[in-house]
């Protein structure tokens, strides 16, 4: 079964987070370690971090079908800050990862516990939909 | 450059889907279907995924022991991700075209969405190149 764990954290209008050079490196060396461990258990199908909220574009069509460009969000909008899609035995084990991820290093090297969404992936279209 | 183009709605909004009929749910399957073997031909395909539905979603964080604890009540408000594609463009206006020629997918009674698609850049290859 295919997991997303999403991180969420990221706020409208924000850049690099401004922790000491210190944290930062941390915080990174634990997400890849993470991500170490996923590959090697053979559960890492992929894991992306994204750019920050200041480049997030948001796009819709115009009449003609040509893209209207949108960048202005509301502060209280939730940004997805990266991802990784697992492939894992139980959704048990995809909140297991989850924890772990929620548990990196932030400022100081105290764990973040910050919130990760975890969802079941489609390998379609619902069958209700076809 | 890879970019992410991410697809969010609300649960109320994903549930206006199952009042579709048959023929206009075909009608935007089919459209989406056709963005991607566009995309396959020009090499700029990555990746796509669709997302189970937002009743399934589970938040989870990280216990002091490292224990996920997990939690699936979402405010009403809150945007889930219904899908993405990953693409691989020379530039974030291509992304914005590609992103407009979803959002002009067409919904009930083959009327397009003109849903809006969020377009970001991936942070994970850039730094990886360096």
């Known amino acids: 079964m295919k997991y997303i764990l999403m991180m969420n954290t990221m706020r409208a209008g924000h850049g690099v987070p401004a922790w000491p050079q210190k944290d930062l490196q941390s915080h990174i060396a634990f997400m890849m ?5 996923l590959r090697e258990s053979g559960e890492l199908v992929s894991a992306e971090g ?18 209207v460009t949108d960048g202005v969000f509301p502060e209280s909008k939730e940004f997805l800050a990266g991802y990784w899609i697992v492939d894992v035995d139980s959704p048990e084990r995809a909140y297991v990862i989850a924890a772990k991820a929620s548990a990196a290093p932030g400022p100081g090297g105290a764990p973040l516990n910050m919130p990760i969404e975890v969802r079941p992936i489609m390998s379609g279209p619902p069958p209700e939909m076809l | 450059m890879k970019y992410i183009l991410l697809m969010s ?4 909004g994903v549930e206006t889907y199952h009042a579709w009929s048959k023929q206009d749910i075909e009608a935007h399957m089919a459209v989406l279907q056709r963005i991607n073997q566009d995309l396959t031909e020009s090499g700029e395909f990555v990746a796509t995924q669709g997302l189970a539905e937002p009743r399934d979603a589970k938040v989870v964080r990280g216990e002091k022991n490292g224990f996920p604890v997990t939690d699936g009540i979402f405010p009403e408000s809150k945007e889930f991700l219904l899908g993405y594609w990953v693409v691989d463009v020379p530039n974030a206006e291509r992304a914005y075209v590609i992103a407009g020629r979803i959002s002009s997918a067409p919904g009930p009674g083959g009327k397009s969405t003109n849903m809006p698609i969020e377009v970001r850049r991936f942070a994970t290859h850039e730094s990886k190149s360096r």
């Open chain 1, 33 to 37: 370690g993470l991500n170490k461990e």
């Open chain 1, 50 to 67: 994204l750019s920050f909220p200041d480049q997030a574009k948001l796009v819709r069509a115009g009449k003609d079908g040509a893209p």
């Open chain 2, 9 to 12: 709605g609300t649960r109320a």
